[in-house]
């Protein structure tokens, strides 16, 4: 595989920043050569554990996440009954959880959990983060902020669903869709979390604001509350269930969020950047990878420059010169 | 390709699969039920 120029500056990196020895280096850059220039090839032929293969999230974004689901789907089910308690839907499921009196307790208690949450979050990242930079070992386009790549990325990546490329863009950790959804979730929190503290708290929030703009903030903290929990309810239902229950090759479930691993048809395919960056950290994968493109005959023949001196490699006509 | 999954791994994932399909189908009804009050 002749790597683009992308995917060659991430190994050179990822070589670097992992301290790789030259034996180890040459291992790396032969397979990389064996590899087909068809990635599409990799991804179709490779076997991989549905429950994952290779290391995405640490134990601490697994927790953040499950922290994050189960409040989520708790304070939905608590908290719109009581934003619509007038519909009719809405009156059993206040009675299911022993009325409204009750049912507030339960959200505010679980809206502190989440809270909880998104500040241990934010302690990961940032703590993640300067680790990272100390030890020399940061690379911005690992992380998920957006960058111009992303824009590239998603219009090539619409150009394949079309038909018009063969195949999908060399994609890095997070991917622009990801990215996207990452942040959609931040401001929503954020939200959520401004609104929801303003009814809690509507005499420290009328302290803080000119007199003038406060009664109007707290009807537009009114407004704002319960319709985007109703926004955020429809994107978990509709976009990140299919993306994580139904999409090929995610059916019938993405385990990533238990294990902290995604599998390597997946990796290959939407992350490949973040697969070269395994092939360098994982030396068992780089195995894994040699005896695949073995078994399934998709070795790559070498470049004539990169053949021996003499050319003389069996089965192999030399190029006829121009 | 992907390994099979065993019957515990099948029974998380097609459990989860079926709670999420519920949810669904329980937000469309009260979308449903929404827009016609």
Avoid at chain 1, 208 to 233: V, W
Wanted: hydrophobic residues 45%; glycine residues 4%; negative net charge.
């Amino acid at each position: 595989m002749k790597l683009s120029d992308e995917a060659r500056k991430v190994v050179d990196t990822s070589i670097r920043i992992n301290r790789v020895s030259e034996e180890e280096r040459r291992e790396i850059e032969r397979l990389i050569a064996m590899m087909p220039d068809d990635r599409v090839l990799l991804y179709k032929n490779v076997v991989s554990n549905p429950i994952g293969d290779l290391p995405r999230y640490s134990i601490h974004i697994r927790i953040q996440h499950m922290l994050t689901f189960v409040t989520f789907l708790a304070l939905a089910f608590t908290g719109l009954p009581i934003a619509f308690f007038d519909h009719v839907w809405a009156a059993p499921l206040n009675a299911a959880v022993g009325g409204v009196d009750i049912s507030r307790i339960i959200h505010r208690t679980l809206a502190s959990v989440m809270i909880f949450s998104m500040i241990y979050h934010l302690f990961t990242i940032t703590l993640g983060t300067a680790q990272k930079i100390i030890t020399g070992r940061f690379e911005l386009q690992r992380t998920i902020i957006p960058l111009f790549k992303d824009i590239r990325d998603f219009r090539d990546d619409m150009l394949y669903f079309a038909g018009k490329r063969d195949q999908r863009p060399e994609m890095d950790k997070f991917m622009y869709k990801q990215k996207i959804h990452y942040f959609a979730a931040a401001f929503g929190n954020m939200v959520m979390v401004l609104s929801g503290s303003s009814f809690l708290f509507p005499d420290i929030w009328a302290s803080i604001l000119p007199a003038s703009i406060a009664p109007q903030f707290q009807e537009m903290m009114r407004i704002s509350h319960p319709h985007e929990a109703l926004l955020a309810l429809l994107v978990i239902a509709f976009w990140h269930w299919y993306n994580v229950h139904l999409a090929p090759g995610r059916f019938p479930m993405q385990w990533t969020f238990l294990t902290g691993k995604i599998t390597r048809e997946h990796q290959m395919e939407e992350h490949f950047l973040e697969y070269l960056r395994c092939l360098v950290e994982i030396p068992e994968e780089r195995a894994q990878l040699y005896d695949m493109l073995i078994a399934r005959e998709l070795v790559q023949e070498e470049e004539p420059e990169e053949s021996p001196p003499d050319g003389a490699r069996p089965g192999i006509e030399p190029e006829p010169a121009e | 390709m992907q390994t099979p999954l065993n019957w515990w791994q099948k029974l998380i994932a097609y459990g989860a699969l079926a709670f999420v399909f519920f949810w669904t189908l329980f937000g469309l009804f009260v979308f449903w039920v929404y827009l016609n009050q």
